[in-house]
């Protein structure tokens, strides 16, 4: 049997196969559906650089699927790496017709589309960190598994990038804090079967949001994220633009999306940008 840890073809770690991008075409690329076409590539720099730089061509609903990214970028211009086939990395091409201030909110209703896409087909519990992180629970501890990278493409498009962590080895974890599907006690790291479930989520999340004008109380968004949201409700470090810090409580999220911190001075800030650190668990 191959080694788990070889590099080389699609095949090259059987418990790794590659993505059926045929059969995933067929099940998602349907006539009256969000997805208008689906390309899976064996590698490449950053999905979402590269669906950035055809956004004007694109109809919306473009998918583009890497199974392997070389130089995938998080928020704070972080990289992400993994091995070839261990996850998810794929970026989607958005143009919602909803007010400015309002696009804040669509990773956050990413978030809440992921996870619910993958807690139904991996039965792995997830949560939310505000505002695009997707944690899991690997013995005992709080650990990162997945990202998600909004930016703006041309005139009206949205790129919005998602990496998760599926089969990556405890061997294999970039740092003590990552996590992935597989340590987290995932039923299945079917990665076909993963990818149409958050596909679909993202697809009826989006449309609600979208026909509720970006509403997010309308759309039902905020509280669906509020319900996963391990921030809400724990005491916070928020690292902020010009080496400033914020330190107190996550109490709720404004209407734009931003996270609103109550500080022991009595008084509360909405943080719209920045790092955020949990300082202590939930209750």
Same mark, same amino acid.
Not at 123 to 151: C, F, Q
Not at 157 to 167: A, I, Q, Y
């Given at each position: 049997?191959?080694?788990? +840890? ?50 004007? !061509? ?9 199974? !392997? ?50 807690? #139904? ?7 939310? #960190?505000?505002? +695009? ?8 501890? !709080? ?9 703006? /493409? ?10 998760? +962590? =599926? ?7 970039? =740092?003590?804090? /990552? ?44 509280? /669906? ?12 470090? /928020? ?45």
């Amino acid at each position: 049997m191959t080694s788990p +840890n070889a590099s080389g073809g699609p095949w090259s770690d059987l418990e790794r196969p590659p993505l059926n991008a045929r059969v995933l075409r067929q099940a998602l690329l349907l006539p009256e559906g969000l997805w208008s076409s689906l390309d899976v590539v064996a590698s490449t720099g950053s999905t979402n650089s590269d669906l950035a730089a055809r956004a004007a !061509e694109l109809p919306e609903g473009a998918v583009l699927v890497a199974e !392997e990214q070389t130089s995938g970028r998080g928020r704070l211009d972080r990289t992400w790496s993994a091995p070839a086939r261990s996850g998810l990395f794929l970026s989607v091409l958005l143009k919602p017709d909803v007010p400015a201030h309002r696009l804040g909110w669509l990773p956050l209703l990413t978030g809440v589309a992921a996870a619910t896409g993958l807690v #139904k087909a991996a039965g792995a519990d997830i949560s939310l #960190k505000w505002p +695009n992180d997707l944690l899991v629970t690997v013995d005992g501890e !709080e650990r990162k598994a997945g990202g998600i990278l909004a930016e703006r /493409a041309g005139e009206d498009g949205v790129v919005v990038g998602l990496g998760v +962590n =599926v089969s990556l080895r405890a061997e294999e974890l970039p =740092v003590p804090t /990552a996590g992935s599907l597989l340590l987290a006690g995932a039923v299945s790291t079917d990665r076909d079967t993963l990818l149409r479930a958050v596909l679909r989520s993202l697809a009826d999340w989006y449309g609600a949001w979208v026909r509720a004008d970006g509403d997010p109380e309308a759309s039902g968004v905020r509280a /669906a994220y509020e319900a996963d949201c391990a921030t809400l409700g724990r005491r916070v470090r /928020a690292d902020l633009p010009g080496e400033r810090m914020l330190e107190g409580e996550a109490v709720s999220l404004d209407g734009d999306g931003r996270l609103v911190v109550a500080t022991e001075g009595g008084g509360t800030e909405a943080v719209g940008a920045g790092d955020i650190v949990h300082l202590r668990a939930t209750g």
